[in-house]
C-alpha cells in the first residue's frame, strides 16, 4: 500500500522533492495550507498596483503632452511593469517548488482558477496576481463567503468582466448624463451565479440575473478613486435575488455583502464547489459518495473551505482513483523542477532568458499560457485537454532539455526513479530506466512517462 505522505504529496501536492519531507497524515497535510495563507516578497497587491497605475497614468500624459525626456520615462514604466510581472510568476514557482505538502499552493491554483481573471496588458496582468495576494491566500483555511466577497469586488475581477461600465439606469450618474447614462452590463453577475456560486444547472433565471446585476452597480475600479463602490452610479431601490430582497432606497456595499453571503451558503453552492473540487484532485469524472461527502462538509460548517481541506485530505478516493487525473502544464513543470531536487532559491536565481524558455514559453506551448485561461470558467479539467500532440511533444522536449539546463549535473537516473516515484513506477519504467543509453536519456524517460505525467 501506498504511504500516505507519499499518496498525499502526489494527489493534493506537487509530487515529492528529494529535500523535503510531506507531511505524514491528513491533519498535517490540512494544517500545512496555513503557510500558504501569507504574502511573501514578490507577491503584487491591488494597493501598490494602484500607485503603479497613477504613475503611468502621469507619464502618460507627460508622453501626450511631449515633454522632455517622456518616451524614455514611459518606456521605463512599461519595462519597469513587465520585469515585476515576471518576477511574480517566478515567485508562484519558487513557493509550489517550495511547499512541503504542495497542498496549500495547488489550492491556491484551484481557488485562481475557480474565479478566473485574465490579463490584456501590463497592468491587468498584474491585476491577475494581485487577485490572488488580495483574495485568494487569505481566505485559503477561512469561510467561502469572505473569499467570495473577496474576489467578486476585486478591481481585477470589475476589469475583467467589464462591471465597471455597469450603471444604473435610474442611477444619480444616468440621471444627471443622460446622453452618456451608459447601461446595465450582466458579466459579473451572470457569473457570481452560473460559474462561482450556484453552478450553470442550477434553480435560477434571467431575472434573477438581472436583479442581481442591478444590485451590483455601483462596483467599479478607477485608481484614482478610493474604493470600489461608487454610490453615483448604483441604481436606488431594492432588488430581489431567489426570492430575496436586498437593498434599499440607496445602494451599498452592504447589500452586495449580503447576496454573496446568501449565494456562498446555497445547497448549490456546496453542491457546484464540491463536485469541482473531487473533479480537480480526484478525477475527472469523480465518485459521487465523494462529492456527496464534501458537499455534506461544506453545508453542515456553513462553507468552511479548511473543513473541506481536511474532509479532502482523508478521502479513500485519493488512493483508490491513483493516477486517473493528468497534471495541467503548471503543475508537470512544478512537480519536474521539485523531482530535481530544485528549491525555491534556485528558481528565484534563474536567468531571465531561463525562465522565458524553460518555465513561461514550455507552459504557453504545452497549452497553458500564464494568464491566459480561454474564458470565465478558467482551466479545463478534463485529460484529453491537456494531451494534445502538441502539449505531449513539449513536455517530451522539456524533459530531454531543460532538467540538465536547470540543475547543471543530473541526477542518476535509477536513483532518481525513486526519489522521484517512490514505490508507484510501474513494471515497464522501471525495467527501461537501467537501459537507457545516458542519465539523460533516463532522466527524460521518467519525466516524459505516463507515471509522472499522472497522479
Known amino acids: 500500500m501506498l504511504p500516505y505522505d507519499h499518496l498525499a504529496a502526489f494527489r493534493l501536492g506537487y509530487g515529492l522533492s528529494p529535500h523535503l519531507t510531506p507531511p505524514a497524515d491528513p491533519q498535517a497535510v490540512a494544517a500545512s495550507v496555513q503557510a ?87 497592468y491587468t496582468n498584474l491585476m491577475t496576481e494581485a487577485l490572488i495576494s488580495d483574495a485568494i491566500r487569505p481566505h485559503l483555511t477561512g469561510r467561502f463567503a469572505q473569499m467570495m466577497f473577496a474576489a467578486e469586488t476585486h478591481p481585477a475581477m470589475l476589469t475583467y468582466l467589464d462591471q465597471s461600465r455597469s450603471i444604473g ?44 446585476a442591478e444590485l451590483l452597480t455601483g462596483l467599479a475600479y478607477y485608481p484614482r478613486q478610493p474604493g470600489v463602490f ?14 430575496t430582497s436586498y437593498g434599499g432606497r440607496k445602494g451599498s456595499l452592504d447589500d452586495i455583502r449580503a447576496v454573496i453571503d446568501d449565494l456562498a451558503v446555497h445547497p448549490a453552492t456546496a453542491a457546484h464547489l464540491a463536485r469541482k473540487m473531487a473533479v480537480h484532485f480526484v478525477a475527472d469524472d469523480p465518485p ?101 500532440p502538441q502539449g505531449l511533444a513539449m513536455r517530451i522536449n522539456w524533459a530531454l532539455a531543460a532538467p540538465a539546463a536547470l540543475v547543471g549535473r543530473l541526477p542518476d537516473a535509477r536513483r532518481f526513479l525513486h526519489s522521484c516515484l517512490g514505490d508507484t513506477a510501474s513494471e515497464t519504467l522501471a525495467w527501461a530506466v537501467p537501459r537507457a543509453e545516458s542519465q539523460a536519456d533516463g532522466v527524460a524517460l521518467i519525466l516524459a512517462s505516463a507515471d509522472f505525467n499522472r497522479r
Do not use: C
Open 36 to 122: 500558504s495563507t501569507s504574502l511573501a516578497p514578490g507577491d503584487v497587491t491591488q494597493d501598490q498596483l494602484r500607485d503603479w497605475q497613477i504613475e503611468g497614468q502621469e507619464l502618460g500624459r507627460n508622453r501626450r503632452e511631449e515633454m522632455p525626456g517622456a518616451d524614455e520615462a514611459f518606456r521605463a514604466h512599461r519595462q519597469q511593469m513587465n520585469g515585476i510581472f515576471r518576477g511574480a510568476i517566478v515567485q508562484r514557482f519558487a513557493r509550489a517548488v517550495d511547499d512541503p505538502s504542495g497542498f496549500g499552493e495547488r489550492l491556491v491554483w484551484f481557488w485562481a482558477d475557480h474565479f478566473t481573471v485574465a490579463g490584456r496588458n501590463h
Open 169 to 212: 439606469p435610474n442611477s444619480i450618474q444616468a440621471r444627471r448624463n443622460p446622453d452618456k447614462a451608459g447601461g446595465l452590463n450582466e458579466n459579473l453577475a451572470r457569473e457570481m451565479i452560473e460559474l462561482h456560486s450556484l453552478g450553470a444547472g442550477a434553480d435560477y433565471d434571467q431575472q434573477d440575473i438581472e436583479q442581481l
Open 230 to 243: 461608487q454610490r453615483r452610479r448604483a441604481e436606488p431601490g431594492a432588488e430581489t435575488v431567489l426570492g
Open 288 to 388: 459521487q459518495a465523494l462529492v456527496d461527502r464534501l458537499a455534506g462538509v461544506f453545508s453542515e460548517t456553513g462553507g468552511d473551505l479548511g473543513a473541506m481541506n481536511l474532509a479532502l485530505a482523508e478521502a479513500p478516493e485519493l488512493a483508490t482513483h491513483f493516477r486517473v487525473k493528468m497534471r495541467q502544464p503548471f503543475e508537470f513543470l512544478v512537480a519536474g523542477m521539485r523531482s530535481l531536487g530544485m528549491d525555491g532559491a534556485q528558481i528565484r536565481d534563474l536567468p531571465p532568458r531561463k525562465v522565458g524558455l524553460h518555465l513561461i514559453q514550455s507552459m504557453a506551448i504545452m497549452g497553458q499560457p500564464w494568464a491566459s485561461p480561454p474564458g470565465p470558467d478558467g482551466w479545463p479539467e478534463a485529460a484529453e485537454s491537456w494531451a494534445s
